[in-house]
């Protein structure tokens, strides 16, 4: 493609953001495709682990930029084109409006939510076409959103975090995942993180509260306390009282299997309990993370599924070693799936409970990929989604709108269909980011603090990180820059106003509120309400009118995140697909346009086998019209 007289793609200029699975493969399909001046920002240095998939980096770069390092690696074979590396947060105050409008399209190559939001909104900004990817494992998937056409990354609803209901994790565990997150978010952190954390450790019980002094203390680690008797004492206590006491509670095991209490005696002989405390042949080298109960027990392979016994004796011995090997970090800990002691730990913990829920147990390595929520990643999917960027990238410079494809990558291709290419939709009128309807707050307006809004729906729903709220012309709140000899002045009114809603903002009241950064500006109007539900509604207000989270329940397993072959935290899950396994609905909107027709036609391909691939929701994506 690369030619010496003009091009589109030779004339183009073009960002990239992110330079790790996808983003090697993008630049170097790039390079090769002919474009020639490319500029890369990633904020990230190259770790050993990310050298089995991202092709550009060398053992020798680990701990340098990967923007720089890719850079560097692709002008070793395409020495005469314009590479710019940043090694920087996209989020960053140079990356602004007046930055991103040089570029004819960016690239994203990311793996979270929250720098795609903030890349979306700069593009919508800056009226620049942004071509969207993300993988997981086998599934991948590339987006156009080009504002005014398409739809903007955040038209449609994205997955929420995995999270299970608190009853689930604390009292009725039915799956292994649930004794994980068991384990490493009420029991990992009880023991080892911060002791003043509200934790609901306990199974649920009728008498719950008139015990919780008691539990407090049993957690508590006197100085002179045996390490070993210690452990025993919190095994009984997690593992057989609170099961013992669960158990008391009838109405919970009416449908439900009777969960068994196991206590450490009836699982190890108090000899080798008492072993378990005294094996010294400590494989300890001073570093805190090559501390290892499985090392000091002389278990080998992490995928072993451990007996009952093995996990207690596991158990015991990885306490005991945090609390002799590790104790100045003990209070401060949280989990770490690359902590192998937290790692053996949890498994144990995990394993114990599940046993005793009547569920299978798991390897070490299994559940360390529960508990750090790995999919493996494949290079090959970052490698055909890079391909597709680049397709879709040289499309929109052509200005070639109709040939536009949002395209999937499917695990399991059907009738030989690896990929699935679909029309782009059209905006959505009610989004908040691309379009200007504004926004309703349903909140108790006498009760209500400013501190929430800002922090529960401002920041964590709307995704500005700098927000500053006006009603009129009357500025309410904002944050960020403030004149130094102002910032004391400031902060101290500060806790006043956002202890409550200033009094201007009744039922009625239209609020603006603007995020300089992203230049997005949208308006919310507030609803006053009496009462909210605690359980259904804990923040306290209801906001309508954004794409509000799908169900991660809904969503499991196909929600796409990015060429990670980790991704730690739930926030990270990337982007929703619109593949799910659905049935098709009897009455499928047949209607009329010739691009729903053909549309129709496109699933039908596919739909006869047993894995059906529709698009997201009820079908929604059908009655929308594509942009024609
Ligand atoms: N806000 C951001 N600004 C700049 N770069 C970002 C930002 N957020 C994420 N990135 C980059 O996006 C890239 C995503 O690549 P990828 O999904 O392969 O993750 P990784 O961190 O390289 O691998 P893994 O998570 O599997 O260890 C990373 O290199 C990361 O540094
Ligand atoms: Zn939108």
């Given at each position: 493609m690369?030619?010496?007289?003009?091009?589109?793609?030779?004339?183009a200029?073009?960002?990239?953001?992110?330079?790790?699975?996808i983003?090697?493969?993008l630049?170097?399909?790039l390079?090769?495709?002919?474009?020639s001046d490319?500029h890369?920002?990633?904020?990230?240095?190259?770790?050993v682990?990310?050298?089995n998939?991202q092709?550009?980096?060398?053992?020798s770069?680990?701990?340098?930029?990967?923007?720089?390092?890719?850079?560097?690696a692709?002008?070793k074979?395409?020495?005469?084109?314009?590479?710019?590396?940043y090694?920087a947060?996209?989020?960053g105050p140079?990356?602004?409006?007046?930055?991103?409008?040089?570029?004819?399209?960016?690239?994203n190559?990311?793996?979270n939510?929250?720098?795609?939001?903030?890349?979306?909104?700069?593009c919508?900004?800056?009226?620049?076409?942004?071509?969207?990817?993300?993988t997981?494992?086998?599934?991948?998937q590339?987006?156009v959103h080009?504002?005014g056409?398409?739809?903007?990354?955040?038209?449609q609803?994205?997955?929420?975090?995995?999270?299970?209901?608190?009853?689930?994790?604390?009292?009725?565990?039915?799956?292994f995942?649930?004794?994980?997150?068991w384990a490493?978010?009420?029991?990992?952190?009880?023991?080892f993180g911060?002791?003043?954390?509200d934790n609901?450790?306990?199974?649920?019980?009728?008498?719950?509260a008139?015990s919780?002094?008691?539990?407090?203390d049993i957690f508590?680690?006197?100085?002179d306390?045996?390490?070993?008797q210690?452990?025993?004492?919190?095994?009984d206590?997690?593992?057989?009282?609170?099961?013992?006491?669960?158990?008391s509670n009838e109405?919970?095991w009416?449908?439900?299997?009777?969960?068994?209490?196991?206590y450490?005696?009836?699982?190890?002989?108090d000899e080798?309990?008492?072993?378990?405390?005294?094996?010294?042949?400590?494989?300890?080298?001073g570093?805190g993370?090559?501390?290892?109960?499985?090392a000091?027990?002389?278990?080998k392979?992490?995928q072993?599924i451990?007996?009952l016994?093995?996990n207690?004796?596991?158990?015991?011995e990885?306490l005991?070693?945090f609390?002799?090997?590790?104790?100045?970090?003990?209070?401060?800990?949280?989990?770490?799936?690359?902590?192998?002691?937290?790692?053996?730990?949890?498994?144990?913990?995990?394993?114990?409970?599940?046993?005793?829920?009547?569920?299978?147990?798991?390897?070490?390595?299994?559940a360390?990929?529960?508990a750090?929520?790995?999919?493996?990643?494949?290079?090959?999917?970052?490698?055909v989604i890079?391909?597709?960027?680049?397709?879709?990238?040289?499309?929109?410079?052509?200005?070639?709108?109709k040939?536009?494809?949002?395209?999937?990558?499917?695990e399991?291709p059907?009738?030989?269909?690896l990929?699935?290419?679909?029309e782009?939709?059209?905006?959505?009128?009610?989004?908040?980011?691309?379009?200007?309807s504004?926004?309703?707050?349903?909140?108790?307006?006498?009760?209500?603090?400013l501190?929430d809004?800002?922090?529960?729906?401002?920041?964590a729903?709307?995704?500005?990180?700098?927000?500053?709220?006006?009603n009129a012309s009357?500025?309410?709140?904002?944050?960020?820059?403030?004149e130094d000899?102002?910032v004391?002045?400031?902060n101290a009114?500060?806790?006043?106003?956002?202890?409550?809603?200033?009094?201007?903002?009744?039922?009625?009241?239209?609020?603006?509120?603007?995020d300089?950064?992203?230049?997005?500006?949208?308006?919310?109007n507030?609803?006053h309400?009496?009462?909210?539900?605690?359980?259904?509604e804990?923040?306290?207000?209801?906001?309508?009118?954004?794409?509000?989270?799908?169900?991660a329940?809904?969503?499991?397993d196909?929600?796409?995140?990015?060429?990670?072959?980790?991704s730690?935290?739930?926030?990270?899950?990337?982007?929703?697909?619109?593949?799910?396994?659905?049935?098709?609905?009897?009455?499928?909107?047949k209607?009329?346009?010739t691009?729903?027709a053909?549309?129709?036609?496109q699933?039908q391909?596919?739909?006869?086998?047993?894995d059906?691939?529709?698009?997201?929701?009820d079908?929604?994506?059908?009655?929308?019209?594509?942009?024609?």
């Amino acid at each position: 493609m690369a030619s010496s007289s003009s091009s589109p793609i030779k004339d183009a200029k073009v960002l990239m953001v992110g330079a790790g699975g996808i983003g090697c493969e993008l630049l170097k399909t790039l390079a090769l495709s002919g474009f020639s001046d490319i500029h890369i920002i990633d904020m990230d240095t190259i770790e050993v682990s990310n050298l089995n998939r991202q092709f550009l980096f060398r053992q020798s770069h680990v701990g340098q930029s990967k923007a720089k390092v890719a850079r560097d690696a692709v002008l070793k074979f395409r020495p005469h084109i314009n590479i710019t590396s940043y090694h920087a947060n996209v989020k960053g105050p140079d990356f602004n409006v007046d930055f991103f409008k040089q570029f004819n399209v960016v690239l994203n190559g990311l793996d979270n939510l929250d720098a795609r939001r903030h890349v979306n909104r700069l593009c919508l900004a800056a009226d620049v076409p942004l071509v969207e990817s993300g993988t997981t494992g086998f599934l991948g998937q590339v987006t156009v959103h080009v504002k005014g056409r398409t739809e903007c990354y955040e038209c449609q609803p994205k997955p929420a975090p995995k999270t299970y209901p608190v009853c689930t994790i604390t009292s009725t565990p039915s799956k292994f995942v649930h004794c994980i997150v068991w384990a490493k978010d009420l029991l990992f952190s009880k023991l080892f993180g911060d002791k003043n954390q509200d934790n609901d450790l306990n199974v649920r019980s009728s008498d719950a509260a008139s015990s919780s002094k008691n539990v407090d203390d049993i957690f508590e680690h006197s100085k002179d306390e045996d390490i070993t008797q210690y452990g025993r004492k919190i095994f009984d206590h997690v593992f057989g009282y609170n099961i013992e006491l669960a158990l008391s509670n009838e109405e919970t095991w009416k449908n439900r299997n009777r969960p068994k209490p196991i206590y450490s005696k009836d699982v190890l002989s108090d000899e080798l309990a008492k072993q378990n405390g005294n094996l010294d042949n400590d494989n300890a080298s001073g570093d805190g993370l090559s501390v290892s109960a499985m090392a000091s027990l002389g278990m080998k392979n992490p995928q072993d599924i451990w007996s009952l016994k093995e996990n207690s004796r596991i158990l015991l011995e990885a306490l005991r070693l945090f609390f002799t090997k590790r104790e100045k970090e003990i209070g401060n800990l949280s989990f770490d799936k690359d902590d192998q002691l937290a790692v053996e730990f949890v498994t144990a913990a995990a394993n114990i409970r599940a046993a005793s829920f009547g569920i299978p147990l798991h390897s070490l390595f299994e559940a360390k990929g529960i508990a750090g929520n790995i999919v493996h990643a494949v290079a090959t999917t970052n490698a055909v989604i890079a391909g597709l960027i680049v397709i879709e990238a040289i499309k929109v410079l052509k200005n070639d709108i109709k040939s536009y494809r949002m395209t999937y990558c499917l695990e399991h291709p059907s009738r030989n269909m690896l990929l699935m290419p679909v029309e782009p939709f059209e905006p959505n009128k009610s989004c908040y980011v691309c379009s200007e309807s504004p926004i309703l707050l349903e909140i108790n307006t006498n009760r209500s603090k400013l501190k929430d809004v800002v922090e529960k729906i401002i920041k964590a729903k709307l995704g500005m990180s700098l927000p500053l709220i006006m009603n009129a012309s009357n500025l309410l709140y904002e944050a960020g820059d403030i004149e130094d000899d102002m910032v004391a002045i400031y902060n101290a009114n500060l806790e006043k106003v956002l202890a409550e809603l200033p009094s201007p903002v009744t039922g009625g009241t239209m609020l603006t509120v603007e995020d300089f950064q992203q230049e997005l500006k949208c308006n919310i109007n507030i609803k006053h309400r009496e009462e909210f539900d605690e359980e259904k509604e804990p923040d306290g207000m209801v906001l309508s009118g954004w794409t509000q989270p799908v169900s991660a329940a809904e969503n499991e397993d196909k929600s796409v995140s990015n060429g990670a072959n980790t991704s730690d935290n739930n926030d990270e899950i990337g982007i929703v697909s619109p593949l799910k396994k659905r049935k098709l609905p009897d009455d499928s909107d047949k209607s009329n346009t010739t691009d729903d027709a053909r549309h129709n036609k496109q699933l039908q391909v596919i739909d006869d086998e047993d894995d059906l691939v529709m698009l997201d929701g009820d079908l929604d994506g059908f009655k929308k019209r594509r942009v024609s």
